[in-house]
């Protein structure tokens, strides 16, 4: 189950939630998986990119929809974290 939802900042602004392939579950297959406020869409070029780069995270995306049902998210850009450097030891 994965465990993103939309906050708010000290400042009232809205916070960007990121996601990692650890947190959703680390799915093998595209499809429509269940968020933990609506559904979660993940293709087959996240997964690629989840399997190249295991650590990256995606900025979730809230999708429009009717006020009466689940929200729709599906991943965004994503970041791939630094490496250590060998100095930093």
């Given amino acids: 189950m994965i465990w993103f939802f939309k906050k708010l900042g000290a400042e009232g602004q809205s916070v960007v939630n990121k ?11 595209p499809g429509r998986y269940m968020f933990r406020y609506g559904w979660l869409t993940i ?6 990119i989840w399997r190249q780069f295991p650590e990256a ?6 999708l ?3 006020p009466d049902s689940p929200e729709e998210f ?3 850009a994503f970041e791939i974290p630094a490496s250590p450097s060998l100095d930093e030891h």
Avoid at 19 to 29: M, P, Y
Avoid at 57 to 62: E, G, I, K, R
């Fill in 74 to 76: 599906h991943l965004g």
């Fill in 64 to 66: 429009p929809s009717d």
């Fill in 43 to 48: 293709t087959a070029d996240d997964i690629a």
């Fill in 19 to 29: 996601i990692t392939w650890q947190r959703a579950g680390r799915v093998t297959e």
């Fill in 57 to 62: 995270s995606f900025t979730l995306v809230s």
